[in-house]
């Protein structure tokens, strides 16, 4: 099992960027992922989740600005940040869930999104 | 919604236990049993060591274990290890179909 995040990088307040996350080693659209991004020295904080369904789940913080999404084809979870904020400056991982909501097995590198006013 | 409640802090000599705590409420900790715990090293991603209270995945140590009473989920850390000084977080499925981390504990092993 392998994620690999990418896209992040510097973007202005307000802006959008897009994360991708290519899944190796296992079929993506049978498993339950999250996004999980964690800001200097802070603790983790979930952001959002995809079943196996293709259901979606966001933490209140990002709802209504992110979009999380995945394309089989490809084996690559997204997630689309729009409208980012000071707040949103931290590393993106993407992860595998081991119970659906509760629990991330397999976790990525991480990428790192930083947000300039 | 609030991070789950943990001390900043827990220290440690090598092969004394310690106990982290993990505090929450009815719609998270208290309401369902999906608990877990990860211990985080610098610069890494977090590592799951506990899942569903009290489950340890294949490959952690049987050093780790946990439990929960209420609102409040334990982390036990049997014979300490130098090894074992990292962050550790705690987590809880909500009723708003959420993920909720903790603050983040520090262990250290002196």
């Known amino acids: 099992v392998q994620l690999v995040e990418s896209g992040g990088g510097l973007v202005q307040s307000g802006g959008s960027l897009r994360l991708s996350c290519a899944a190796s080693g296992f079929t993506l659209s049978k498993y339950d992922m999250s996004w999980v991004r964690q800001a200097p020295g802070k603790g983790p904080e979930w952001v959002s989740g995809?079943?196996?369904?293709?259901?979606?789940f966001y933490a209140d913080s990002v709802k209504g600005r992110f979009t999380i999404s995945r394309d089989d084809s490809k084996n690559t979870l997204y997630l689309e940040m729009n409208s980012l904020s000071a707040g949103d400056t931290a590393t993106y991982y993407c992860?595998?869930?081991?119970?659906?909501?509760?629990?991330?097995?397999?976790w990525g590198q991480g990428t790192l999104v930083t947000v300039s006013s | 919604q609030s991070a789950l409640t943990q001390p900043a802090s827990v220290s440690g000599s090598p092969g004394q236990s310690i106990t982290i705590s993990c505090t929450g409420t009815s719609s998270d900790v208290g309401g369902y049993n999906y608990v877990s715990w990860y211990q985080q090293n610098p610069g890494k991603a977090p590592k799951l060591i506990i899942y569903n209270v009290s489950n340890r995945p294949s490959g952690v140590s049987n050093r780790f274990s946990a439990s929960k009473s209420g609102n409040t989920a334990s982390l036990t850390i049997s014979g300490l290890r130098a090894e074992d000084e990292a962050d550790y977080y705690c987590?809880?499925?909500?009723?708003?179909?959420?993920?909720?981390f903790g603050g983040g504990t520090k262990l250290t092993v002196l």
């Open positions: 992860g595998r869930d081991f119970i659906a909501l509760s629990s991330v097995d397999h």
């Open positions: 995809i079943n196996s369904g293709g259901a979606t």
């Open positions: 987590s809880s499925y909500t009723s708003s179909n959420t993920l909720l």
